[in-house]
């Protein structure tokens, strides 16, 4: 958005011995016309016109105050107050290209809702953070104006009770408000503490992500299906995962075969699978489950030879 600024809208005035600037000329001719005639200008006008354009900076120039009162209420936001009179400045500039004659008013009238209006859309639409319900964000806009305006008729600075009563809403939805539009003063995570030693930042006392978590809720999901399996199984499981134990080891230990080792193990593991995975359906519903047993073979009986 290119800046408007007083200076660019104001009528030039050239030096003695200097060159008249551009449009010079034409604006002085136009400074003796109402607004009414001004806007007459800009309706009929081509757009690119040079006459069009100095009926703007005309009108823009004998409004400032307007657009100055609309942005008053919004004074004490943290967006900067020259940044708020440059939006004021576009609702204006909307409110002189679109003004149309048989509504019958005044262009201070028909500009006022515009420049709020554009003033809303600023604060709805660029300046929020995060995620913010569009009736919280019209009812802070509504709270700043309203402790601006409060403040001048109370002599003071209004309470809750006040504000909740002049703006018609409860209690509740005034402190939902007041809530959201922190929305408008992030904190930086690198920022230095007030009152904590040394140079502590927000960020030391934010919690990370721990490794370990995952790992428990693994378990503790293992664990609502761990009695369904066999106590076989589960003892190789207990061997292989937590003793750190080869199938070999736990083969010598049980007194059977690496290869049925291996066999239960996957059978084990297979099922604890597909139960943590939900891939037996519905058959979760039907009331506790037991792992099905593993065929057996000749292995499971036989000795390993030593």
Known sequence: MAAISPGTVAVAESA???????????KKDLAGLDD????????????????RAAACELLVTRHQSLVRSCVRPYIRSPEPAEDLMQVGYVGLLKAISNFD???GASLATYARPCITGELKRHFRDKRWQIHVKRPVQELVLEVRKATWRLTQELGRTPTESDMA???????DDLRQARRAELAFWPYSLDAPLAGQPGMSTL????GEEDPLMEHMLGMQAVATHWGELPPREQEILVMD?????TQAQIGQQLRISQMHV?????????????RLLDLEGTRASAGPAVAPQPPKDHESAEPIAS
């Open 16 to 26: 003695p011995g200097s060159p008249a600037p551009p449009g010079w000329r034409l």
């Open 262 to 274: 291996s066999r239960l193990r996957a059978h084990a593991l297979g099922y604890l699978r597909s």
């Open 36 to 51: 009414r005639e001004l806007l007459d200008i800009v309706r009929f006008s081509p757009r690119a016109s040079q006459r």
């Open 203 to 206: 960020a030391d006392y934010l």
């Open 101 to 103: 004659p048989a509504a």
């Open 165 to 171: 009563r002049h703006l018609g809403v409860s209690g």
């Open 241 to 245: 995962f937590r003793g750190g134990l």
